[in-house]
């Protein structure tokens, strides 16, 4: 491993590595973004060109090493190139999310003390003024988009293509120091800081060094042979770990070409022109594309329909097994061939897939039918497991192993281990150099042998070696009788019908488990609309009863399921009831990424888990919402409650030898 | 003219001289006089608002100056020159654009075909050609197609490029017809009720709009409205219309004080 203290073939830094793709790919693509109707392209060599101007211009406004440089906005070719000019100069990138609030920015840029800041437009221009009096260090801000911001002071604010315009004046001046600086770059040097959005508490700033994202970048390319043909669509946001390492780590390792959507809407269109050959989304994008595909398809002619149907029954059979590269019959593959022409390279053209070599979904778990519904078309779609902490990487399914219930094998690189209470943990070149500025949350993430916590309680497969994930490890808890009970288990499970958007099991500590169900308005809506069901609010045809008895039996099948699973049987769904609302991160019951805060929403509806779990039939509520400008309101509902057929908890298997 | 000087608006933005003047306008339709007597300027570069109950003749006025009617009595200066009779064409050609109230786009065009067809006045190949999609048409297509995609990305449309103008909601027809408007390049843009019908989130967005187009391109507007709140906020002067008559005219503070324009709205005993 000798050569790993030095940086594999010498190349310990981003910018090194920008470097070596400006010589030997210089006329290949490097970024691309659609700009007034038109894919607007860099090379390699021309990336290097403005990164390095905008270096420059980053010297002349007078950049330390070691300054923290802060980069708010949406995916952008100059938004990246300012991430690794701030390498180049010795600063440290630290990327935001754009949607943040002016008082989350104010934190972050705080907490690591940003002297500069690079942005997209004026709204994020009006958000850093918005918190500046309260930021000791911050200096200089540095725009893109020059609309709006004529009138402003610009004594600190300085537009991007003025900055690298006289960073190419200034050439003469500071390119020897340009060079020492780079020179100087070691491989433990930070790459980067993301901050982790977090459940609970402050978000931390994570510290990734050059080593963690180049042997991350490198052995994850290795495993997906990824090319420097490759393209991929960037749309995730930028402070997310995953954009990191796909949209830099891996682009810059491979010199793969990084494409840049014209505007969030925009994103399926361009899509559909770029054609990935890699491509990563969130289980709940392919979820939505599934149900806008199946209700499109309700309204196709009749003799679409029943070739798409056919087709699909039959791709459904085949399409995963030729995916792996199984043994299927020469009819079977004919006339998957022929679906191919008729149906599926069409539907693939349509979604933008049909150059999909790797595609890889995580953060949460996804449904069988999506997934073999993706897979059946001939998308290699795939499940990866990872952190921040981990440079992504913890698991990941290699080619021909794919199933939707495992999250993979231990990626390159990567040791696994499960402790006794079932938490994972692992060790990698990836994991993280520290929490910035919060020493106790690394040493209780981090032990001294560099094993890290994971927070999620899991298992390994002894016939497979992949890794399952069961639940967050804090929620995995007891029921009164002492059975298992992980609520996420059987969430996803509820979660996996169109019908059903969101759900929330209790039961810890109970005799039996109860469910929250929010229904999905656009699969449902569309549900209603057909069967000539009236409605004049969400509230009204969450309380239909034809829905509530479309519901029950999609509880009752998950208890079905459940019941099959001898460690989780006992987690059967007893009682539920659909909420008149939509749980929503504006009323803190989700967090910014959609995930499920249990506490605060069982201290919310108080009085709907007291029925529950009194046996009433009904109960009358009153809730408090936040409309989207921040008014406050109040909604009443009297919701019914519903008991669930249980299927008799199977006697534990008693080891009989 | 009389005054090149200007002024200074209140956020601090310099106002030109008198871009267009009407002078001692009347309009009649037969016995019914639906304009009389009615002089006020467009300055450079501002904002400016003809305000009024229903019929005072609000639209009439911005037919006028749009060419579609022809004055009974007075006349139009335009740029420092006396405006002789014209056709509406000739007047566009002049860099005067506008929208329409009951929104005037092809329906079954494609957003982007709409907007080019506001760079029509800035298409001088001939019909061969065009019709062959050679040399002149050709480099013409391509310098109008890159102006409209400049209005595009600044209305923020560009999602809706390729989509038929007859699939969108009302909102965004109207943001459509301010586009195909504002392709033209204009000199002064009229907007005939930009805001009617919309909700209060269309409202600020077209607000945000009308006011960013000033800033930017520095496109005089001159604009009518109902929504008095809007009016009032985006306006640097304001003309108030009664029955045909002009009953007030300054900046939005001065007219929101004025007694004629109170009685006009809110009524008076008689």
């Known amino acids: 491993m000798a050569h790993l203290t030095e940086g594999v073939e010498g190349l310990r830094s981003i910018p090194a590595l920008l470097g070596r793709n400006a010589k030997i790919h210089a006329d290949s693509p490097a970024y691309r973004e659609k700009e007034y109707g038109i894919w607007q392209s860099w090379t390699w060599s021309e990336a290097e060109r403005e990164i390095e101007a905008l270096a420059l211009g980053l010297l002349k406004l007078g950049v330390n090493e070691g300054d923290f440089i802060a980069v708010i906005g949406r995916n952008r070719p100059y938004l990246y190139w300012s991430i690794v000019a701030a390498q180049m100069v010795g600063a440290v990138p630290v990327p935001l999310y754009q949607d943040a609030s002016a008082e989350e920015m104010a934190y972050v840029l705080g907490h690591c003390g940003a002297r500069f800041v690079i942005v997209a437009d004026q709204e994020q221009v009006d958000k850093v003024i918005e918190v500046q009096e309260g930021l000791h260090q911050f200096e200089h801000m540095i725009y893109l988009d020059p609309r709006g911001l004529r009138k402003y002071d610009h004594s600190h604010l300085h537009q991007f293509s003025q900055v690298q315009d006289q960073g190419r004046a200034a050439r003469d001046e500071f390119s020897a120091d340009l060079e020492r600086r780079q020179a100087g770059k070691n491989y433990d040097d930070i790459c980067v800081m993301l901050y982790t959005s977090g459940t609970t508490g402050k978000p931390k700033g994570v510290v990734l060094s050059n080593r963690n994202i180049i042997e991350t970048a490198k052995n994850s390319a290795e495993f ?7 393209e991929v669509l960037a749309y995730l946001p930028m402070a997310w ?7 830099i780590g891996q682009a810059y390792w491979t010199g793969f070409c990084v494409n840049c959507p014209e505007s969030p809407e925009t994103m399926m269109t361009d899509l559909r022109e770029i054609a990935p050959s890699y491509y990563f989304a969130p289980p709940r994008v392919f979820e939505t594309q599934l149900t806008s595909i199946m209700i499109r398809m309700e309204d196709a002619s009749p003799l679409k329909k029943r070739l798409f149907h056919h087709f699909m029954a039959h791709a459904r059979k085949v ?19 022929l679906g191919e022409v008729l149906v599926f390279g069409p539907l693939k053209n349509t979604l933008g897939f049909s150059k999909v070599r790797v595609g890889y979904t995580a953060g949460e778990a996804i449904g069988p039918e999506i997934f073999d519904f993706y897979r059946a078309l001939g998308i290699n779609l795939k499940q990866l497991y990872g952190q921040t902490e981990a440079s992504v990487f913890i698991t990941q399914q290699p080619d021909g192993q794919v199933r939707s219930d495992t999250v993979g094998v231990p990626s390159p ?5 499960i402790a006794e209470n079932g938490e994972v943990f692992y060790r990698s070149p990836g994991v993280f150099v ?3 500025k919060n020493a106790d949350s690394t040493a209780d993430t981090k032990n001294p042998e560099g094993w890290v916590a994971t927070g999620d309680a899991g298992f390994i497969e002894e016939s497979t070696g992949h890794l399952r994930i069961i639940d967050r490890a804090k929620d995995v808890g007891a029921m009164a009788d002492g059975a298992m009970f992980a609520p996420k288990y059987v969430e996803n499970k509820l979660k996996f019908y169109p019908n059903i958007l969101e759900a929330v099991v209790m039961g810890a500590g109970r005799d039996r488990c109860c469910a ?17 069901i009236a409605y004049a609010s969400y509230q009204e045809l969450a309380g239909h009863s034809r829905v509530l008895d479309m519901i029950q039996a999609h509880v009752e099948e998950v208890n079905a399921s459940v019941a099959q699973d001898e460690m989780l049987s006992g987690c059967q769904v007893h009682r539920f009831l659909v909420l008149h609302k939509e ?4 009323d803190g019951e989700l967090t910014r990424t959609r995930k499920v805060r249990r506490k605060i929403i069982g201290e919310k509806f108080g009085d709907l888990v007291e029925a529950l779990y009194d046996g009433s039939d009904s109960i009358y509520t009153e809730t408090e919402v936040t409309y989207e400008d921040g008014r406050k309101g109040k909604i009443k509902a009297t919701l019914e409650i519903r008991d669930a057929k249980v299927m008799p908890v199977a006697p534990k298997a008693m080891a009989a030898e | 003219m009389k005054d090149l000087k200007g002024y200074v608006t209140a956020d601090g933005r310099q106002i030109g001289g008198v871009l267009m003047e009407m002078r001692n306008i009347t309009l009649k339709f037969g016995g019914v006089v639906a304009i009389k007597d009615i002089s006020f300027d467009v300055r450079e570069g501002e904002v400016r608002a003809i305000i009024g109950p229903n019929g005072a003749g609000k639209s009439s006025m911005l037919n006028i100056i749009s060419g579609f009617y022809t004055p009974s009595e007075g006349e139009v200066w335009y740029k420092g020159e006396k405006r002789p009779p014209m056709k509406p064409y000739e007047v566009a050609r002049q860099g005067v654009a506008r929208t329409f109230q009951n929104i005037a786009l092809f329906e079954g065009m494609t957003v982007l075909d709409n907007i080019m067809t506001g760079r029509l006045t800035h298409m001088n190949a001939g019909l061969v050609s065009q019709a062959m999609w050679w040399g002149k048409a050709r480099d013409e297509e391509i310098a109008n197609r890159e102006k409209v995609e400049e209005v595009i990305d600044f209305l923020e449309i560009q999602n809706i490029r390729k989509t038929p103008v007859g699939r969108l909601p009302y909102g965004l027809k109207k943001r459509v017809e301010l586009a195909r408007a504002l392709a033209a390049e204009p000199s002064i843009l009229l907007l005939d009720e930009p805001m009617a019908g919309m909700n ?25 409205e109902h929504d008095m709140g809007v009016v009032m906020d985006i306006s640097d002067r304001v003309v108030v219309m009664d029955y045909g008559k002009k009953i007030g005219d300054g900046t939005p503070d001065e007219v929101r004080n004025n007694q004629d324009v109170i009685d006009a709205y809110l009524g008076v005993q008689h």
């Open chain 1, 224 to 230: 997906d042979h990824l090319k420097t043909d490759d």
């Open chain 1, 241 to 247: 770990v995953g954009d990191f390492i796909f949209s």
């Open chain 1, 319 to 337: 399409g995963p097994k030729i995916l792996d590269g199984e043994p299927v019959g020469m009819l079977g593959r004919l006339r998957y061939r």
């Open chain 1, 413 to 417: 690189g990567v040791e696994i281990r």
């Open chain 1, 434 to 436: 520290e929490y910035f």
């Open chain 1, 516 to 532: 929250f169900i929010n229904i999905d308005l656009t699969a449902v809506g569309n549900w209603a609309e057909r069967n000539n």
């Open chain 1, 583 to 586: 749980l929503d991160a504006d």
């Open chain 2, 200 to 224: 209060v989130e269309e409202k600020e967005d077209m607000s945000r709009f009308i006011l960013d187009v000033n800033d930017e391109f520095g496109t005089t507007i001159a604009l009518i």
